[in-house]
């Protein structure tokens, strides 16, 4: 199985701070990631898919970067809204395989 | 409006068995897999496996050791999950997902775009 590695697993923001989240897998997928934004009580929305195209309706301030083994997804300017976890997974291959999540909280 | 709407909460035993559900509607239930996700209470998000309802085509993430069955019915444009023997550690959020196919450039990229509400399991 490919494991996604994801780094931090938490952090502390303000509103309006600039937020990077990265994410490593242990082989080589090419584009085959996908970013998701999970919230306590609800279902994971999807951000990005093919590790750069933002996915319809998603705010423009989230964007994903990367290819190959590293990728990275970046808040441009964090909304009181964005406070959650964030999940990359790969869709290379069987199985597929999120990271362990980063935590976005509150400073 | 494109939605799946999963079967309620369940309380089971160890070594019993659960059957959960995902109706969809608001789209062509038959031309999209559904996929399964858990998350196990303090820990993240796990692919369970997905199944395809034209063909009942299925991929099982083999960490599940064998121990479920997707299944889908047509007619009810509904995706079902069967566990057979739980143990403790199941409990937690299940999901199921909607899985289309993205086309990037001149690639096609899958991804889950439309989520179920989640169907707790608690099994002690």
């Known amino acids: 199985d490919i494991q996604m590695a994801q780094s931090p697993s938490s952090l502390s923001a303000a509103v309006g701070d600039r937020v990077t989240i990265s994410c490593r897998a242990s082989?080589?997928?090419?584009?085959?990631l996908n970013w998701y934004q999970h919230k306590p009580g609800s279902a994971p929305n999807l951000l990005i898919f093919?590790?750069?195209s933002l996915h319809t309706g998603v705010p423009s301030r989230f964007s994903g970067s990367g290819s190959g083994t590293d990728f990275t997804l970046t808040i441009s300017s964090l909304q009181p809204e964005d406070f959650a976890t964030y999940y990359c997974?790969?869709?290379?291959?069987?199985?597929?395989?999120f990271g362990q999540g980063t935590k976005v909280e509150i400073k | 409006e494109v939605q799946l709407v999963q079967s309620g909460p369940e309380v089971k035993k160890s070594g019993e068995s659960l059957k959960m559900s995902c109706q969809g509607s608001?789209?062509?239930?038959?031309?999209?897999?559904i996929g399964w996700v858990r998350q196990i209470p303090g820990k993240g998000l796990e692919w369970m496996g997905i199944?395809?309802?034209?063909?009942?085509?299925?991929r099982y993430n083999p960490s599940l050791e064998g121990r479920v069955t997707f299944s889908v019915d047509k007619s009810s444009k509904t995706a079902y999950m069967q566990w057979s023997s739980l143990k403790a550690s199941d409990s937690g959020m299940y999901f199921c997902?909607?899985?289309?196919?993205?086309?990037?450039?001149?690639?096609?990229?899958?991804?889950?775009?439309?989520w179920g509400q989640g169907t707790m399991v608690t099994v002690s």
């Open positions: 093919a590790a750069s």
């Open positions: 608001g789209y062509n239930f038959g031309t999209y897999w």
């Open positions: 997902a909607r899985r289309p196919r993205f086309s990037s450039g001149r690639d096609f990229f899958t991804a889950f775009d439309i």
């Open positions: 199944i395809f309802p034209g063909d009942s085509e299925t």
């Open positions: 997974q790969q869709s290379y291959s069987l199985p597929r395989t």
């Open positions: 082989d080589n997928i090419g584009a085959y």
